[in-house]
């Protein structure tokens, strides 16, 4: 059911707590630096800024060793890209927007650094906290920075006139013609799981209550316990997805959906204005993610990625 947002897609990994030419990987016994791991156009990623988002996302994982397969290696190369990419195509659309820090605004990442240092308490410890998260001190200044330009664009193309200003009128209007609120049982995927989930499916129609089998089967804990369901509309949520439920009348219940993430049985519920009108400025929210994740989607499409030599043979053995 996920769909990949492109909203500040740095700060989610900054909230994670060394010198360069340190020596990160090693091929066939031997250390090895390459001058860069990826070109992004005419941007050149090091291995150092790599490494900080491979192994954050390897430890964000949450597999052990023994879990840990070619599909998740694949699949965690492939995410570490596509943050890699967000990043660069936000700086990208920065640029087209004629939005740049300033001297004031230098200052403010000096101070957030300068925190940074003193909560930690001191240098040395600053420096131990980076290394324990893969950062070395350039890193952490190129997120800081990273993240104050991306609220100074945030401001500029939301706030007042800006080009994608929002009005909670606008945003209420959308909500009212398109969101959709749903509740659903999800399973992951793994043997026999689709058979389980028919066979609840089946248990549903036959009259048990929906919300029970949610709570007490369900795999997804975002879900269970939740009386409200989500909210979205169409282009928040992968396409099959959207397509089932938006087919479904209200109280409704879909047959066995076969997405993404898991096998998912969903109920539409009518939209509650008493939520909507305590949540308004999430949906504010939600909407701004949504035109910043097509407005930088677009641009990370057409953006061309290259590959070291090496590129390969970094993997989570070789690189530490």
Request: negative net charge; glycine residues 6%; aromatic residues 10%.
């Amino acid at each position: 059911m996920k769909k990949t947002v492109v909203f500040l897609a740095v700060a989610i990994l900054i909230l994670l707590c060394g010198c360069s030419g340190n020596s990160y990987l090693t091929i066939d016994g031997k250390s090895v630096e390459p001058e860069w791991v990826l070109k992004i156009d005419d941007f050149e990623i090091g291995l150092e800024e790599y490494r900080y988002y491979f192994l954050n996302l390897k430890r964000g994982a949450g597999l052990s060793d023994e879990e840990w397969t070619d599909e998740a290696e694949e699949q965690l190369r492939s995410d570490a890209v596509e943050y890699i990419l967000v990043n660069y195509a936000v700086e990208k659309y920065t640029a087209q927007m004629g939005v740049a820090l300033d001297d004031s605004d230098m200052e403010k990442v000096e101070k957030e650094i300068a925190k940074m240092i003193k909560d930690c308490g001191g240098k040395k410890k600053y420096r131990e906290t980076l290394a324990s998260n893969y950062m070395t001190e350039d890193i952490y200044r190129m997120l800081v920075t990273s993240s104050f330009l991306q609220k100074k664009l945030n401001d500029v193309i939301f706030n007042g006139d800006g080009v994608h200003a929002l009005s909670e009128e606008s945003v209420r209007e959308k909500i009212d013609n398109e969101y959709i609120r749903v509740r659903y049982l999800m399973l992951k995927h793994g043997d026999g799981k689709q058979e389980q989930a028919e066979s609840l499916l089946a248990r549903i129609r036959a009259g048990e209550d929906f919300v029970n089998l949610v709570n007490s089967e369900g795999e997804e804990s975002t879900m269970n316990g939740n009386p409200d369901g989500i909210y979205f509309r169409e282009g928040m949520v992968e396409e099959g997805f959207y397509d089932v439920v938006s087919a479904l009348e209200i109280n409704a219940i879909s047959d066995v959906y076969n997405g993404v993430d898991g096998y998912y049985i969903i109920k539409r519920l009518p939209l509650e204005q008493a939520y909507i009108d305590e949540n308004i400025e999430n949906f504010i929210d939600l909407e701004k993610q949504n035109i910043f994740s097509v407005e930088v989607g677009a641009i990370a499409d057409a953006m061309k990625i290259e590959y070291c030599d090496v590129y390969e043979q970094i993997t989570t053995k070789t690189l530490k």
